[in-house]
Structure formats: structure tokens, C-alpha cells
């Protein structure tokens, strides 16, 4: 995507390539332990580890990043039926609390004890808390290494903000940045949606990313305030320094 120095932007239909490594994942005390753990895979016991945390803390694009920078291959929970395929060094398996097969989760953990094969995971709780019916499964999930990843802080959510915009090479003011993190919900997937709508509406109108815009781009936006009297509740408070509302 290019991108007019006056910032204006070309209407070029080309996907966003985002940045996933390792160095791009921001660390503060809400996935502190976590990341300290993902740095050391050799240390995981039985070879296997699993992040978890509620939905929109980041737990997906940590995963990608890990599995980005060290090659690891990547499976679905989805998909995960009777005797899945497993090679390579490691492998990451998003919502793997998800899975519907257990006994395909139970293969899956085994093989890559097996085959040296390191092992990631992710859900919404902790493993040994997941319900399953399998004993065996059971006692694999309570005996796999875990840390749990907190609420954002601003400053987490302010330099995921960014990343996103720059990963679309879209110019924001730092400004208009703050202002929508004082409006969205505070989950990277809330700013994950929010970035993309506006990017859309800013190729599709072919002009700079502004307050209006925004406004345009996010309504409807499960989240955001939906009229001009939310807004300014939403912003009366966070500054009275700020320049006035769209």
C-alpha cells in the first residue's frame, strides 16, 4: 500500500502485511510472565507450554510472532481431528481449549513429546482448568506449563495502536491516537477491527485519516459511542486541553 507524502493515500488494493516477530511484542507486567516463558522454550516442561487470558488481550498475535520468528508451524483448532500431522521443531495450536476431537488434542500432545517437537498453546483459561472428558487428556493438560496474561495497560494499548496503523502504513496524529484509545474497548481485538475499518474508508475516500473520518469509519462499531452526545461523555473528562470533538 503507498501511501502520499501530503497525506493523501493511493487507492491501492493491497493487503496489509503486519509485522509479527518477537521484538514487536510490548512487555509490561500484564504478559510479563508470560513472555519470559516464551523466551526460553528449552525450559518448557515435557516440551509444551499454553498462554491463556480472555479474549483481546493478544494471546493470537503472540503466538504468531513466536511461531513467525523461530519457523514453527501452525494448526487449528477447528480442524483438529483423529491423528493430526506433526513435524518440524514446534507448533503453535490457537485455542486449542476449542478443540472439539479430544482425542485428537490427547495425539497431538503426544506425538510432539514423541518427535521433540515443542509445543504452544493457547486458550481462555488455564489448561488444567479446560473440561474434558478424557482422563488421560486430562492429566496431559494439568501436567502442561502456563501463564496467565492480564488486562492491557495504556501503554500496551497505546504502542498496539501504532504498530497497527504503521503495519498499514497509515499516518495518524499521535493525538487522534489518543483520543480513539480513550473511545474503543481495551482489547487488541477492539483496536485490531478499528483500524482495519479505517484504513478502508480512508483508501476508499482517498484522503487523510482525520476526526470525521474516524467517525464515519467506526459507526456502528460495537464499542464506540454512536452519537455526539456519547462522545463528548466519553471524552469530557480525559483532557480539557484536547482540541474540540469532530
Known amino acids: 500500500m503507498t501511501r502520499q507524502a501530503s497525506g493523501r493515500q493511493l487507492t491501492?488494493?493491497?493487503?496489509?502485511?503486519?509485522?509479527?516477530?518477537?521484538?514487536?511484542l510490548v512487555e509490561d507486567a500484564s504478559n510479563r510472565e508470560a513472555l519470559a516463558w516464551l523466551d526460553r522454550p528449552d525450559s518448557w516442561p515435557s516440551g509444551r507450554f499454553c498462554v491463556f487470558g480472555p479474549p483481546g488481550v493478544g494471546k493470537s498475535h503472540m503466538l504468531a510472532a513466536i511461531a513467525?520468528?523461530?519457523?514453527?508451524?501452525?494448526?487449528?483448532a477447528t480442524t483438529l481431528r483423529?491423528?493430526?500431522?506433526?513435524?518440524?521443531?514446534?507448533?503453535?495450536?490457537?485455542d486449542a481449549d476449542c478443540v472439539e476431537d479430544e482425542a485428537a488434542l490427547f495425539h497431538l500432545i503426544n506425538l510432539c513429546?514423541?518427535?521433540?517437537?515443542?509445543?504452544l498453546m493457547a486458550g481462555r483459561t488455564a489448561p488444567a482448568r479446560w473440561t474434558v472428558a478424557l482422563p488421560d487428556l486430562a492429566s496431559r493438560l494439568?501436567?502442561?506449563?502456563?501463564?496467565?496474561?492480564?488486562?492491557?495497560s495504556d501503554a500496551l494499548l497505546e504502542a498496539l495502536l501504532a504498530k497497527l496503523f504503521a503495519d498499514r502504513q497509515v499516518l495518524v496524529a499521535a493525538d487522534l491516537q489518543g483520543w480513539l484509545l480513550r473511545l474503543l474497548?481495551?482489547?487488541?481485538?477492539?483496536?485490531?477491527?478499528?483500524?482495519?475499518?479505517?484504513?478502508?474508508?480512508?483508501?476508499?475516500e482517498g484522503g487523510a485519516v482525520t476526526r470525521p473520518l474516524v467517525r464515519r469509519a467506526l459507526s456502528g462499531c460495537q464499542g464506540f459511542p454512536a452519537t455526539d452526545e456519547a462522545l463528548e461523555e466519553s471524552t469530557a473528562d480525559a483532557s480539557r486541553d484536547d482540541p474540540p470533538l469532530l
Open 142 to 152: 494439568r501436567a502442561t506449563a502456563a501463564a496467565g496474561i492480564g488486562a492491557p
Open 113 to 119: 513429546g514423541e518427535r521433540a517437537v515443542t509445543l
Open 185 to 204: 474497548p481495551r482489547s487488541a481485538a477492539a483496536l485490531g477491527e478499528a483500524v482495519a475499518r479505517i484504513d478502508r474508508l480512508a483508501l476508499a
Open 68 to 76: 513467525g520468528e523461530r519457523g514453527w508451524a501452525r494448526a487449528e
Open 12 to 24: 491501492l488494493a493491497l493487503p496489509p502485511t503486519p509485522s509479527r516477530a518477537r521484538a514487536d
Open 82 to 94: 483423529g491423528l493430526p500431522e506433526v513435524s518440524g521443531v514446534g507448533l503453535v495450536l490457537d
